[in-house]
Every structure is written in structure tokens, then in C-alpha cells.
């Protein structure tokens, strides 16, 4: 975990003065001053690790630079991101702390660069890289030597993924007929599976806890996030995470984090607000009317944080109103639905069309307002049985990006809904890839088929895909490869994309859509899609 000097204060309002509204500087050139400063702190922070000289807190208004500018992750409780909390601690018994995978200057997630980066450093050595969950499989692997640990952690260094290993429900009404693991974990008994760290902050507007649900589900002695049990049900599902983390990660005893550590854990997450203050060509994303940046979402003194309840501006509840309920926009129940979901940027809309930040503005509708084919997703598209919409299923809905990234300003879906876009699932004109055309050849294919409710075997019903999602977890067929769609703040700090890091680069995840859902756009509303994505 990088930690900060003293005088980082004296850097902030430096910054902070560069990119102020009133700075008399042209964009280009304060953007060419900000990258020279990043890189001259960058190697003073490299400088101080390497001397073991730990800083113990890092003051809001600190800009992370990443492929898109930079970041600021915003504490509502303490004034900043205080490092000496059980957060930041080793509570089991290899080294690894939360920080490990929730870095600040990666969004509270972790990069793949960032982890690279720490594999060369340290030659592989850094708590993160551990055989429990980091290494590609664990199963008769060698990492006494550097070449060892660079074959073992590929998937971590290149993708940023953690292996995560579940058992199969005992009641599963399908059977895992096949494993093909490239890395050697081929038990059908227990599934290993290749996952990006989610965020841990804007954590107040989550409807569930973890891709699959799984720490807010009754299997796991969890609580279902709901409009009548938030923001308590949030709370305990969240605690026990943090203790399941620690048992699993960090190869924990299962005594840290006691009750008072959890709270505290908790707490310091809850506090925190990430996203992106400075984009690369559009510069400080608060000028000239616009809304960007984390104070935003977190409120302050002078503006109201971004409201939020579990179901607001649900999608689905206005199509089938016994669902996702109560809904609404403005008020719990109001009916209301607006695919508008992002307004950050609507006073950029009026930009001379060359400016970059009318880019941004023109993403920003792109992703509010082009109309979606969505076919054949499950959890939308199929029959209400399996978990789709209606009774028959509708063979496709006509929708846009807000559909299921519905939260407003936000990005995630406002009800515990998950969906399965076909991220994970093999093309089958071409098993490499997924349905969006995205490389999945580094992921195991793992084939289930329903079992026959009268003698257990199995069926001709049958399905192949990367991860099973939320059917690990309650042992349905009908759920294998769903997934919740996470947040979307920050997105420039954690790259590569999707819950299996199959999306590299923003880009890549807008081709994703256009292959997958038919989706026609030019080379410059591509541009600005991405210019949107990496200022939010």
C-alpha cells in the first residue's frame, strides 16, 4: 500500500490552483504541467517506499493520475483517507490487507498496471501476490523463483483478476459436466472462477454486495438489499464481507476483524466517494457549469449528495409494476423512470463542437438516449420462471444503456437484478471470444447441464460459459453467468473492464456493445462514448 508525505497538502493546492476555474493558463498547458508533476511525485513516492518511510494519511482534493487524468476519492468522515485504520492493516496471516486490492490511487479497486507495476518492484514478493487467490490456479506451482511467480500471477498482472473458488450447492439442480481450466483448476466440485476487484467506495448506492450477490443472499446467512431494509440490510452485508474477506484473502483465523474492526471498516468505506475530477483533454470536469468530480455525489455544505434509494429510476418497475417496486424518481413510488440517468456534463452541451468538452457531452447523450435492441439477456429477456420480465419472455426490448445502468449519476442498477449480457459467455462461431467479440481464451470453459428433477442426471439443457454467477451461489440453472453491473464512477482508474477483465481499454467495452446488441456507431460517437466514460 503506497502511502503519502506530509507535505502532499502543499501539492493539493497546488494542483488545485492549476485546474481552478479562474486559472489563467490554457488547458493544453496546464495538462502538460500536471503530467510532469505526476511523474516527479510519482518517482518521490516510489523513493519513499523503497526507504520504508510510511505516510499515514491522504487529505481530499489528492489527484490519482490515470490513463484518463486523474481521480479523487472524497472522505465525508474525516477530511481524507486515513491509512492507520484496520482497512489498511494485515489481519490475517499473509500480509494482505484490504488495501491490498482497494488501492486509492486505482478508485479503491485495483488496475492491472498498478499490479504489474507492484509485481516489478518487488519481484513478485508484494502481499497481494499470494497462491490462495492470486495465482492462477494452486495446484503444484513454483513460486520460489521470479520466473515462477511472473508465469503463476499472469492473470493478476495482465487482467487484474482473482481467482475465486466456490463449492457447487449441495442442491444445485445442474451438474457441472465439465471444467477446461488452462491453469491446471479442472474440479467440478469446486469452481474456479477469474474476477476484478469491485470498489470499495460510492458504496452507499449499492443494491448488492460482491458481482454474484453472494454476500447479500440468504445462502451465505446475508441479508437481500431491499427498499424497506436499507440502508441496515447494506450495513450487515457489508460487515460480513469484511470478515469473509479476511478469512479468504488474507487467509484470516476468523478473530480479525473482531465486531469493533468490522464497524470500522464499515464506516471508513461507507465515507468514501470516488470519481474522476480531471479528464485528460476536457480538463478540471467542474468548469463551466459542469458537475464532475466526487463532492458531487458525496454532498457538502453548499450541494446535496446525489439522492438514492433502492429501486429509484428502476427501469423495470414501469414496464411490469410488480416488480422492482417501489420505484420511482423524485419519490419512492412515483412512477416515474428517466433513461437520463447522467447529467454531469449538460452545460457542455452548448461547446463549440471542436472543444473537448462538447465531446464529453455528446457521449454523455449518446449513452442516455441511443436506442438498444436487448435480446436474448437473461434476467431481462427470458421467461419469468428462469427470472426474465414476463411470462413468456420478451424476445427483445427496445431500450438504451439506462436500462441496466439505471442509478442516476451513478451507473449501477438500482435493484439486486442481476443480468448476464454475455461477458463470460464463448461465441459459438468462435469459442475465444465472447458475445461481444472480446478475447476469453485466457478463462476456463465450464459446461453445466440441468439435472432431471426425477433422477438426478442430466439433461440435454445445457449451457458453457467463463463463470457461473449468481447460480454458484443458490444453485440455479436458470441464473448460471448472472452478475450485477457495477458501479461506473471512476472508470479511468481501474481498467481493464467487466468482471472478468475481458474490456482492456474503455474502447474495448464499447465494441463489446456494438457486436453484442447490434449497436451502430460512428468512429467520432465512439470517441465521445469513451471521452464520456473516462471523465465519469
Do not use: C, W
Given at each position: 500500500m503506497q502511502t503519502f508525505p506530509e507535505g502532499w497538502t502543499s501539492?493539493?493546492?497546488?494542483?488545485?490552483?492549476?485546474?481552478?476555474?479562474g486559472?489563467?493558463?490554457?488547458?493544453?498547458?496546464?495538462?502538460?504541467?500536471?503530467?510532469?508533476?505526476?511523474?516527479?511525485?510519482?518517482?518521490?513516492?516510489?523513493?519513499?517506499?523503497?526507504?520504508?518511510?510510511?505516510?499515514?494519511?491522504?487529505?481530499?482534493?489528492?489527484?490519482?493520475?490515470?490513463?484518463?487524468?486523474?481521480?479523487?476519492?472524497?472522505s465525508i468522515s474525516s477530511g481524507g483517507i486515513d491509512l492507520r485504520g484496520p482497512f489498511f492493516q494485515s489481519l490475517g496471516t499473509n500480509g494482505r490487507s484490504c488495501g491490498s486490492c482497494h488501492q486509492p490511487s486505482d478508485g479503491m479497486s485495483v488496475s492491472a498496471a498498478n499490479v504489474q507495476l507492484r509485481f516489478s518492484r518487488t519481484q513478485g514478493l508484494d502481499p497481494i501476490f499470494r497462491t490462495v487467490d492470486g495465482s492462477n490456479c494452486n495446484h503444484s506451482i513454483d513460486v520460489s523463483t521470479l520466473a515462477g511467480r511472473s508465469a503463476a500471477y499472469s492473470l493478476l498482472r495482465t487482467r487484474g483478476l482473482i481467482r475465486v473458488a466456490i463449492t457447487v450447492p449441495a442442491n444445485a439442480d445442474y451438474r457441472v459436466v465439465s471444467v477446461n481450466n488452462p491453469y491446471g483448476c479442472n474440479e467440478s466440485d469446486v469452481i474456479s472462477m477469474y474476477r476484478r476487484p469491485l470498489p470499495s467506495t460510492n458504496l452507499r448506492f449499492l443494491s448488492a454486495v460482491m458481482f454474484d450477490g453472494r454476500e447479500s443472499a440468504a445462502a451465505t446467512g446475508t441479508t437481500k438489499i431491499l427498499f424497506e431494509n436499507y440502508p441496515k440490510s447494506l450495513l450487515d452485508d457489508l460487515k460480513h464481507q469484511s470478515l469473509d474477506a479476511t478469512n479468504g484473502h488474507a487467509q484470516g483465523d476468523g478473530t480479525r476483524p473482531t465486531p469493533a474492526e468490522q464497524q470500522q471498516i464499515v464506516d471508513f468505506e461507507m465515507a468514501l466517494f470516488t470519481a474522476q475530477t480531471i479528464g485528460n483533454y476536457a480538463g478540471r470536469l467542474d468548469a463551466h457549469g459542469a458537475h464532475g468530480g466526487p463532492e458531487t455525489l458525496a454532498g457538502s455544505s453548499s450541494i446535496p449528495?446525489?439522492?438514492?434509494?433502492?429501486?429509484?429510476?428502476?427501469?423495470?418497475?414501469?414496464?411490469?409494476?410488480?416488480?422492482?417496486?417501489?420505484?420511482g424518481?423524485?419519490?419512492?413510488?412515483?412512477?416515474?423512470?428517466?433513461?437520463?440517468?447522467?447529467?454531469?456534463f449538460d452545460a457542455w452541451a452548448a461547446m463549440p463542437d471542436t472543444s473537448a468538452r462538447a465531446a464529453v457531452a455528446r457521449g454523455q447523450a449518446i449513452f442516455n438516449s441511443r436506442p438498444i435492441n436487448i435480446k436474448d439477456v437473461a434476467g431481462i429477456n427470458d421467461v419469468a420462471s428462469a427470472g426474465g420480465l414476463v411470462d413468456k419472455g420478451i424476445p427483445s426490448l427496445m431500450g438504451t444503456c439506462g436500462t441496466c445502468h439505471d442509478t442516476p449519476n451513478v451507473g449501477n442498477h438500482s435493484f439486486p437484478t442481476p443480468l448476464d449480457i454475455g461477458t463470460g459467455d464463448s461465441d459459438p462461431s468462435n469459442p475465444s471470444t465472447n458475445l461481444g467479440g472480446l478475447d476469453i481464451s485466457y478463462?476456463?470453459?465450464?459446461t453445466v447441464c440441468k439435472t432431471d428433477p426425477a433422477t438426478g442426471l442430466p439433461t440435454s439443457n445445457c449451457k458453457t460459459t467463463t463463470d457461473l454467477g449468481q447460480a454458484l451461489i443458490d444453485g440455479k440453472f436458470d441464473h448460471v453467468g448472472k452478475i450485477k453491473g457495477p458501479i461506473l464512477r471512476g472508470l479511468s482508474a481501474r481498467a481493464p473492464y467487466f468482471h472478468n477483465?475481458?474490456?482492456?481499454?474503455?474502447?474495448?467495452?464499447?465494441?463489446?456493445?456494438?457486436?453484442?446488441?447490434?449497436?451502430?456507431?460512428?468512429?467520432?460517437e465512439e470517441s465521445d462514448l469513451v471521452a464520456f466514460l473516462s471523465v465519469l
Open positions: 501539492f493539493t493546492h497546488f494542483m488545485s490552483r492549476l485546474f481552478s476555474k486559472s489563467t493558463l490554457k488547458r493544453r498547458s496546464r495538462l502538460v504541467i500536471v503530467n510532469a508533476v505526476f511523474l516527479a511525485v510519482a518517482t518521490l513516492i516510489a523513493i519513499a517506499a523503497v526507504s520504508g518511510q510510511p505516510f499515514s494519511f491522504i487529505p481530499n482534493g489528492t489527484f490519482f493520475a490515470n490513463p484518463g487524468g486523474a481521480s479523487e476519492t472524497y449528495p446525489q439522492p438514492f434509494f433502492i429501486s429509484i429510476n428502476s427501469s423495470v418497475n414501469p414496464l411490469v409494476p410488480t416488480l422492482e417496486t417501489p420505484g424518481l423524485v419519490t419512492a413510488g412515483d412512477g416515474q423512470f428517466n433513461p437520463a440517468m447522467f447529467n454531469p478463462l476456463p470453459a465450464i477483465g475481458s474490456a482492456q481499454t474503455l474502447l474495448d467495452a464499447v465494441h463489446f456493445y456494438e457486436n453484442r446488441f447490434g449497436l451502430v456507431l460512428t468512429p467520432q
